[in-house]
């Protein structure tokens, strides 16, 4: 008889005992020229992460120039009264620097990664862009002509498409918030660099702006460093702006960008609701994620799994703006696509399942995994500096206290299961929601009128 072999297999590893975490509270202070400095330092984090935040919202560019700060933006790494465009690319490359820059409702921001060793280098270069930009007409003129390229595109993309129709359709035409955020074509093509260099004057100082400085710190006289370097840039003294109170009609309605022929049909659903500032986040954060935050959420679960209309539905809140007084607003949406003849079906499940959740409420099940997926995860989703430095950033563009995030993982841990249920369903009332469909209209129009969740208005996709 032949024996049989045998394995040794290795002993199964088992699970350690969690750690205490909290997310890291920074150190503040003031460089001599006003601009505010957040620290943290972070051990074994030697890739260090600087985040300048200029007070410099969309709301702020004048009138028919919609895009100028997103122009002004970019063109801070295109040149200073140092180094030519191509000199200063290449400076960032010889110390293995990145430089990013973008412009949104509350300001513009600027974030830099670099490794430790080279933060002196890296510094010094982003304040001489603060400082000194060049803003040279030929660098100003390409950055128009590379954005007004990018605008077809974003039209034909029908994620984008969407967005820009619940922007227009939930505030009104006077607020900037109804407009994109990069601008039109029709603005863009205004922009030059006098523009450009008028916007910087007006807004840009370190009186009004924030440093968020994150990495290992280990051996480095950040006080002295930041002195010489961002310490450097000077700027006449200035009071923040003012916040106008954001102002949205969520009357219940259905606007379809027609798209003829199109196979899927994008949906994006939404409504303004309470900010980080509202003592309901904690819950409705929870309540959101239970209702299509992951592939195990009600949406998922009907949509994709039961019905198998949809690759994926998510529901999410983003903060639009907040203000000092502790008053703001968030995006609460929706988002998905589905394919064109179930389109009708697909919106009929969804409110389905809204209407589920205000009747029957959230389980507690569901309020456990959606704790765990949260608060579980989040010492993996700071590993990096420029994780942590990005979330403070936006603790200090929303005027939140600086303990905010922490306080924030410890109230979802605390959150209980009826208090998400109530957050989630006033944040999705069935009868407050501004429902945009791009998708061939002659196949879907009739089927959302059937629904009857609002009147149907049908746009041409531009």
Request: aromatic letters at 4%.
């Amino acid at each position: 008889m032949t024996e049989l072999a045998t394995m040794d297999f290795h002993p199964q590893p088992q699970p350690g005992d969690a750690k205490p975490w909290a997310f890291p509270a920074p150190e503040r202070g003031r460089l001599d020229n006003g601009l505010t400095v957040l620290r943290c330092h972070r051990p074994g984090q030697r890739v260090v992460a600087v985040e300048v935040l200029l007070d410099a919202p969309l709301e702020a560019e004048p009138a028919g120039l919609d895009g100028v700060a997103t122009i002004m933006a970019r063109a801070f790494s295109e040149g200073t009264d140092k180094h030519s465009a191509e000199e200063f690319a290449a400076e960032l490359e010889r110390c293995g620097a990145t430089l990013d820059a973008h412009a949104d409702h509350p300001g513009v921001r600027l974030s830099l990664e670099v490794p430790a060793s080279r933060l002196t280098k890296a510094l010094g270069l982003l304040a001489d862009a603060l400082r000194a930009p060049a803003f040279a007409d030929s660098e100003v003129e390409r950055l128009v002509r590379n954005r007004l390229d990018e605008i077809p595109h974003e039209l034909a993309n029908p994620s984008r498409r969407a967005a820009k129709e619940l922007s227009k359709e939930l505030f009104p035409a006077s607020a900037r918030m109804s407009r994109p955020r990069q601008g039109t074509e029709e603005t863009v093509e205004g922009i030059d660099s006098a523009a450009v260099r008028a916007f910087y004057e007006k807004h840009v100082r370190p009186a009004t702006a924030t440093a968020v400085v994150v990495g290992d710190l280990t051996g480095i006289d950040l006080d002295t460093l930041l002195g010489d370097t961002l310490g450097s840039w000077t700027g006449s003294t200035a009071e923040p702006r003012p916040v106008p109170p954001v102002v949205a009609d969520d009357t219940g309605r259905v606007v379809i960008v027609d798209r003829p022929g199109a196979v899927q049909t994008q949906l994006l659903i939404g409504r303004i609701g309470a900010d980080r500032h509202d003592r309901v986040w904690p819950a409705q954060v929870l309540g959101t994620y239970c209702l299509g935050g992951t592939l195990t959420s009600r949406l998922d679960r009907v949509l994709r799994e039961e019905k198998g209309y949809t690759y994926g539905v998510r529901s999410f809140g983003q903060v639009m703006r907040s203000a000092p007084d502790g008053t703001g607003a968030a995006m609460l949406a929706i988002s998905g696509s589905v394919d064109t003849p179930n389109t009708g079906p697909a919106l009929e499940d969804l409110w389905t399942v809204l209407r589920t959740l205000a009747a029957d409420g959230l389980t507690d099940d569901e309020r456990d995994v959606a704790v765990q997926n949260l608060v579980g995860v989040a010492p993996l989703k700071y590993e990096t500096a420029a994780a942590v430095a990005s979330t403070l950033a936006d603790q200090v563009e929303q005027h939140l206290p600086d303990h905010y995030q922490a306080d924030l993982y410890r109230q979802l841990a605390a959150t209980g299961t009826v208090e998400a249920t109530a957050a989630v369903v006033n944040a999705f009332p069935v009868d407050r929601l501004v429902t945009i469909l791009v998708g061939d209209a002659a196949q879907i129009k009739a089927p959302v009128e059937a629904l009857g969740i609002g009147e149907v208005t049908v746009v041409a996709a531009e």
